[in-house]
């Protein structure tokens, strides 16, 4: 075997003989290749490729680790079955179709197909798919598959309205995708698991088979994969699990940590090797991982070292708000331009709402950028819907919003209803007139000319409420006729209802954000007569030209924190170290949710190689509204001795200020650790109630945090009126209502803002 050069750890996991083994890898420490190296000395001391089984996370990975095994040995891996735990799971339920309620032939079904299915099911048991989300309820049954939880048992579980409905249809969706020979991604472990377990000799057959078993990220598995893993790995024990405690950042979608927690404890005698030498970043980077990670208690002890120089400080920059945020970075990169390939910046965020500033910067500055794992923020499906209003708003002859806005949220206007219009907007060119827009035909729509009642009254509402606003387009600002959109046909209430929903709402606060800080002088020679509303519009379209950003070539990287796992970059931008946004606030509702929030944190420092810049806004749109920030509580976690503070010029405020005559107040940079956090106050009063000291910001904990996210089927604290369940959540921003059924009380529609909610 032509074998890779190894430290002395990575060579300890590679001739590892029989027995389970845990390798604990630390970021940047080599993992692929232990794992590439022990596969192909198994094959190199005469082990079948047939008989050992390596399972990976993404089809990528599978295929890169068979080249390298091949390139190792030498030769052809035929026969070696890797794949992802979904693939691996496919193969196995067709080798053992008799035993199943499905033939060999049977289809696997995507998201849409799922839902598709599960809305048929919904309307045949006779639940309404307006009250009841498919999309919530598919979650749900989701969530149930993967900790290997049957119709039977959810049932005996349900704890809520929406889970007393998803009880009612997970049987008979199962029912339902049988008869269609099919199953859902879930299935696929959730069977398999079952044929392992309940079906003689199947398990054994497989175990026998495979005398060694591989896998890789082993922090990430669910309930599911784990049984796999056991059953697969039970007459010989020759488990070799690869992964990182500390990079464990999907609990969120039904990964354990205890998985590799508990490693030794369900495989008695194993191996455990500790890969901690790091061969990607400069010491100071992995002295502020260190740092932050070793708070956490749900962890194996480990220390990042490296061979590296200290290298430059960790900056941690204090901006003004998102767009000062985002003009800093820009600013930064072209800097930076002159020795370094734009392939080696990159900018990681938590939420997907966070691109849009980020995007509209590097658009002035002319920077190329590619979103990776995520969707252009003008292009995601909730912007691109409510846009499609303001376009209709503007060009009532614009059909294709037209088709787009009827659509969403539902109004009992189906596709025949639809394809009715088109015909009726036709029929006028038949008479020698030119065709009708479609909104106009919406207006008159009645059941006399073919279209049910229900839709020609959903049709007629739905131009009447156009009309409304557009009304008052010539008064408004964009954010106001953007506001009366939202809350003229219900966009906020719609997005709430939806399993993501809180995530989509994310995104059309920061649209409102956009339509707030729009100037028309923003806009190359402006048309006097143009409405704000058409001066933003035309802003939009031309920052969703992509034709200026060469994807192909030199290009920033933007990507989410958890899309970024194991990748690696010279130079890293974190933005929006804020405390409700990094951490999240929902994120932390959930058991050891700030663990998770800083192992992710861990994860995006450990992607940097050469240069790290943390940064945060004092001031953020959020939630629909303009809201005081305070720096995250990682901030305060770093070594000091490892971070330089630094205060990114607000250049566009202090433009604005100029030209209303004012003059921007100029503000010193103050950033210190506060062990006192329990006060509520980072750089504000201190004990002694004494104010803070000059140049210093006061941040309230109160100001700075997002509301709760609502959505039907949350259980909730009032309190005044005690727990409750949210029904139905109307309005947007310090606007939104909830209606909710309170145990003591019964049902009372409250404002959100003012309301004191708390998650029960």
């Given amino acids: 075997m032509r074998g890779p050069r190894l430290n002395p750890e990575q060579r300890d996991a590679v001739e590892h003989g029989e027995g389970p083994l845990l390798v604990l890898a630390g970021a940047g420490s080599g993992k692929t290749r232990v794992l590439t190296a022990r596969a192909a000395r198994l094959i190199e001391e005469g082990l079948e490729p047939t008989r050992l089984l390596a ?15 091949e390139g190792l040995i030498g030769r052809s891996t035929r ?29 696997i079904y995507d998201e849409d197909d799922s839902i598709r299915t599960l809305k048929d099911v919904m309307e045949s048991a006779g639940y309404d798919p307006k009250r009841w989300a498919p999309r919530a309820l598919r979650g749900r049954i989701s969530g149930a598959k993967n900790a290997l939880m049957g119709p039977a048992e959810y049932e005996s579980e349900a704890f809520d309205l929406l889970a007393e409905v998803v009880a009612k249809v997970y049987p008979a969706y199962q029912r339902e995708l049988a008869r269609r020979n099919a199953y859902d991604f879930d299935d696929l472990l959730f069977e398999t698991v079952r044929l392992l377990e309940t079906v003689d000799g199947v398990r054994d057959r497989y175990s026998a088979r495979f005398a060694y078993v591989l896998v890789d990220e082993y922090q990430d598995t669910n309930h599911a994969q784990y049984r796999m893993v056991k059953a697969l790995a039970s007459k010989h024990g020759n488990l070799c699990v690869v992964g990182d405690d500390d990079q464990a950042v999907y609990g969120w979608r039904g990964a354990d940590i205890r998985n590799i927690l508990d490693f030794e404890a369900d495989f008695h005698g194993a191996h455990v090797v500790r890969l901690e030498r790091n061969y990607r970043s400069t010491a100071s980077i992995l002295e502020v991982a260190n740092s932050v990670i070793s708070r956490n208690l749900a962890r194996k002890p480990k220390r990042l070292h490296t061979e ?22 820009s600013s930064q990169i072209e800097a930076g331009r002159g020795t370094r390939g734009l392939n080696e910046f990159a900018v ?28 252009p923020f003008y292009e995601r499906r909730e912007v691109k819907d409510v846009i499609a209003y303001l376009r209709l708003l503007v060009n009532p002859a614009d059909d294709v919003a037209f088709l787009r806005a009827v659509g969403w949220p539902r109004r009992g206007v189906g596709a025949k209803s639809l394809e009715r219009l088109e015909e009726l907007a036709r029929s006028a060119d038949d008479a020698g007139e030119t065709v009708e827009p479609l909104a106009l035909v919406a207006a008159r729509a009645r059941h006399e000319d073919g279209i049910p009642k229900m839709a020609a009254r959903g049709l007629r509402r739905f131009a009447d409420g156009l009309a409304d606003v557009r009304a008052s387009l010539p008064a408004c600002s964009a954010r106001e006729a953007l506001e009366a959109c939202v809350a003229t046909f219900g966009l906020a209430t719609a ?6 929903g809180a995530d989509r709402l994310e995104n ?3 649209l409102f954000a956009a339509a707030e800080a729009f100037e028309r002088d923003d806009v190359e020679a402006p048309d006097d007569e143009a409405t704000d509303l058409e001066l933003f519009l035309q802003s939009v379209s031309l920052r969703s030209d992509l034709d200026e950003a060469d994807f192909d070539g030199e290009a920033v990287t933007m990507i989410t924190l958890h899309n970024a796992k194991g990748l690696e970059f010279p130079v890293i931008f974190l933005g929006g170290l804020e405390e409700g946004l990094f951490p999240l606030s929902r994120a932390m509702e959930a058991p050891g949710g700030l663990e998770e929030e800083r192992r992710l944190f861990y994860v995006g420092v450990t992607r940097a190689m050469d240069r790290l810049s943390l940064t945060y806004a004092d001031h953020r749109w959020r939630a629909g509204m303009a809201s005081r920030s305070a720096p995250s509580s990682f901030i305060d976690e770093l070594p000091g001795e490892h971070v330089l503070p630094r205060l990114a010029a607000p250049h566009w405020r202090r433009r604005r200020a100029r030209r209303a005559g004012a003059v921007e107040p100029d503000r010193t940079f103050a950033w210190q650790r506060r062990v006192e956090r329990g006060s509520g106050r980072v750089g504000g009063p201190g004990g002694d109630g004494r104010s803070a000291p000059p140049g210093e910001l006061e941040y309230d904990y109160d100001d700075s945090q997002v509301p709760l996210a609502l959505t039907p089927g949350v259980r909730v604290i009032h309190p005044r009126f005690g727990a409750g369940e949210v029904l139905q959540v109307y309005g947007f921003g310090r606007e939104a209502k909830a209606d909710i059924a309170f145990e003591e009380v019964g049902r009372k529609k409250v404002v959100v803002a003012y309301a004191g909610l708390r998650p029960a």
């Fill in 55 to 69: 399972v990976t996370f993404t089809n990528k990975a599978a295929g890169e680790m068979r080249e390298r095994i």
């Fill in 79 to 107: 026969g070696l079955w890797i794949g992802t735990f979904h693939s691996v799971a496919a193969r196995i339920l067709r080798i053992e179709a008799p035993h199943t309620s499905r033939t060999r032939a049977f289809t």
């Fill in 308 to 329: 590296r120089e200290a290298g430059d400080p960790i900056e941690v920059v204090r901006c003004d708000d998102e767009r000062a945020e985002a003009a800093w970075v």
């Fill in 348 to 375: 990681l965020y938590r939420t997907n709402a966070q691109s849009r500033a980020f995007e509209e910067a590097f658009r002035r500055f002319g920077i190329p950028y590619r979103i990776v794992g995520g969707v």
């Fill in 495 to 500: 997005l709430a209802e939806e399993e993501d």
């Fill in 508 to 510: 059309v606060s920061e």
